[in-house]
């Protein structure tokens, strides 16, 4: 059962899908559209995780860039990360072994969010 959902904010919600779906292989689950045509929220999963995310105009203001990230766990960090490359993700963190025995990587995504990458299953 899910029970934690990370809430992310775009300037473009709809390029943000697609975008998180050809370069992390996320896929909309369910998307609700304002009056205007806007996607207002939308849920998107991979494998058993979920995250949510709407319009960047409503939400808070943002951490520093550094002082957050997501980690998901993946069964191939490197076909993940060449994945992300060739849709565009900006690799800060090439994939690397950790010293408690997972493999990760990290990158930005089209909005500048850090996203964390491993084989890490607590």
Known sequence: MRTIYPIFRY??????????DAAFGFRVHAAHEAP?????????VLDTGMIMLG???????RPADDDWS????????????AR???AG????????DTDYGSR?????????NVWSFGTYRP
């Open 11 to 20: 300037p473009d919600p709809r390029a943000a899908m697609d975008w998180l």
């Open 36 to 44: 205007d045509g806007t996607v207002a929220h939308a849920e998107l």
């Open 55 to 61: 319009a960047r105009a409503d939400a808070p203001p």
């Open 70 to 81: 997501v980690y998901v766990a993946v069964s191939d960090v490197d076909a993940h990360c």
């Open 84 to 86: 992300a490359r060739a």
């Open 89 to 96: 993700a900006e690799i800060i963190r090439e994939p690397f």
């Open 104 to 112: 990760d990587y990290s990158a930005r995504d089209l909005a500048g």
